[in-house]
């Protein structure tokens, strides 16, 4: 690997003021999940009883809860980034230069500041996101597909699975290109985006190698974290008649997502960023590479594009970018 658990851990300490802003945010997320789940499954299970199958109206409303639940929450989404990833990216970013941070609220204040330094509106800082989003996913299917290193007949299943591991491992690298953002304090984030999506396309095998090893752990601690709640989840579960079953299997998930989302991923998302400035010191993006991208992704055209209108709205073209990485 390209990192070591030492140096990650070492920035989760550091950032514990953010980590416990993170668990609080995920935490009533995942609490309003487990409420409004059970209630309409309790409200499902109570109108299913004036007739033959309250079993199934209580599943019903318990997905009908859940599924509320997860459209609000994907509303909010581009909130979800804008305060709470990107300023944990902002403030592992300054530690990694070795600068001093605030301690307890006063390091979320901070990092929300940096965020709006160089997002003012949350609104660049995801569409930004989605556009790299859109580019990994392309670039994947171009180049990274597992078929082209297991050229087998007869193993459709294997590639399959195995595909699916390697986009499952390269879940955080948008959000590790959001902190080379931070890290170059680029003027035009756009061409920042472009620049980090090319270092990542030239260096895409050693990427490779640590995020396929990062990914099975974190799934497979987020599988001990389901094993170990759904005991405890069952168990009160049972208190309420008709939420049993099905809508225990939804509620253990989502304590388990809460858990990935506030504590486990941070230490993923933290040691794909070390491989990332580890392996692209001192690199320049590659032509050929820049010429793939925009080959493979009309995204990445898209990002080309929008850096160049930055450029010309702002009258920065031709401005060198500040780095703080000297």
């Known amino acids: 690997m390209d990192f070591k658990f030492g140096d990650v851990l070492n920035l989760m300490m550091k950032t514990l003021p953010f980590l416990v802003f993170r668990f609080i945010i995920y935490f009533c997320i995942t609490l309003v999940y487990a409420i409004v789940t059970g209630a309409g499954a309790g409200i499902g299970y109570l109108i299913g009883k004036a007739g033959s199958d309250p079993s199934g109206y209580s599943a019903i409303g318990g997905l009908i809860g859940f599924g509320a639940v997860s459209m609000i929450i994907y509303f909010f989404r581009e909130y979800l980034l804008y305060l709470v990833k990107a300023g944990h990216i902002a403030v592992l970013v300054e530690l990694l230069d070795a600068r001093d941070?605030?301690?307890?609220?006063?390091?979320?204040?901070?990092?929300?500041?940096?965020?709006?330094?160089?997002?003012?509106?949350?609104?660049?800082?995801?569409?930004?996101?989605?556009?790299?989003?859109?580019?990994?996913?392309?670039?994947?299917?171009?180049?990274?597909?597992?078929?082209?290193?297991?050229?087998?007949?007869?193993?459709?299943?294997?590639?399959?699975?195995?595909?699916?591991?390697?986009?499952?491992?390269?879940?955080?690298?948008?959000?590790?290109?959001?902190?080379?953002?931070?890290?170059?304090?680029?003027?035009?984030?756009?061409?920042?985006?472009?620049?980090?999506?090319?270092?990542?396309?030239?260096?895409?095998?050693?990427?490779?190698?640590?995020?396929?090893?990062?990914?099975?752990?974190?799934?497979?601690?987020?599988?001990?974290?389901?094993?170990?709640?759904?005991?405890?989840?069952?168990?009160?579960?049972?208190?309420?008649?008709?939420?049993?079953?099905?809508?225990?299997?939804?509620?253990?998930?989502v304590f388990a997502w809460g858990v990935k989302q506030a504590v486990i991923e941070p230490v993923g998302m933290t040691a794909l960023m070390l491989v990332f400035f580890k392996v692209t010191e001192g690199q320049v993006p590659n032509p050929e590479w820049d010429a793939k991208l925009d080959k493979a992704s009309r995204k990445f055209s898209q990002i080309k594009s929008k850096a160049l209108d930055w450029d010309r709205n702002r009258g920065t073209a031709g401005q060198p970018v500040e780095s703080t990485t000297d």
């Open 101 to 253: 941070l605030p301690g307890g609220k006063s390091q979320i204040d901070y990092a929300q500041k940096m965020v709006r330094e160089r997002f003012a509106e949350s609104s660049v800082l995801f569409g930004i996101d989605q556009l790299i989003k859109g580019v990994l996913r392309a670039f994947n299917r171009t180049v990274l597909t597992i078929a082209h290193f297991l050229p087998i007949p007869g193993f459709q299943g294997v590639i399959k699975l195995a595909n699916s591991i390697i986009n499952l491992s390269l879940t955080y690298l948008d959000e590790v290109i959001l902190a080379y953002n931070f890290r170059t304090r680029a003027q035009n984030p756009w061409k920042s985006g472009q620049t980090a999506l090319t270092l990542y396309a030239q260096n895409y095998k050693a990427f490779l190698k640590n995020a396929v090893y990062l990914a099975l752990m974190i799934w497979g601690l987020t599988a001990l974290v389901f094993i170990l709640i759904i005991g405890p989840v069952a168990a009160l579960a049972a208190l309420v008649p008709g939420i049993a079953g099905p809508v225990t299997i939804v509620i253990a998930i």
